[in-house]
Nanobody, 126 residues
Framework: QVRLVESGGGSVQAGGSLRLACVVS????????MGWFRQAPGKEREGVAL????????YYGDSVKGRFTISRDNADNTLYLQMNSLKVEDTATYFC???????????????????WGKGTLVTISS
């Protein structure tokens, strides 16, 4: 049984930072495509960042490049998202997701992922 549990969401002022974590069960984060997605009310779910299997190569959405960093801790089987220089438009529910090796593509389509956490809310105020 695959389970992904996010934590670290909350409220922060624009310009601040948050670090999200996702604890993954049933498989190692090294062996699968792992990613962070987000969804704001009334908007489509969009890809934020991906980390590729094995070699750990990363890919980011244009709106977060230079501000967010995705990483994994293989020993703890945990995925992280470090978010710096946060903007009001970053406000959304953030989801941790896992997929097969083929799922890691620059397009970052949510439908490519197989398993999802329940999400953690991030609210950025001006």
């Amino acid at each position: 049984q695959v389970r992904l549990v996010e934590s670290g969401g909350g409220s922060v002022q624009a310009g601040g930072s948050l670090r999200l974590a996702c604890v993954v069960s049933a498989y190692t984060v090294r062996g699968y495509c792992m990613g962070w997605f987000r969804q704001a009310p009334g908007k489509e779910r969009e890809g934020v960042a991906l980390i590729y299997p094995d070699d750990g190569a990363t890919y980011y959405g244009d709106s977060v490049k230079g501000r967010f960093t995705i990483s994994r801790d293989n020993a703890d089987n945990t995925l992280y998202l470090q978010m710096n220089s946060l903007k009001v438009e970053d406000t959304a529910t953030y989801f941790c997701a896992a997929g097969g090796r083929w799922a890691c593509e620059p397009s970052m389509r949510p439908n490519a992922m197989d398993h999802w956490g329940k999400g953690t809310l991030v609210t950025i105020s001006s």
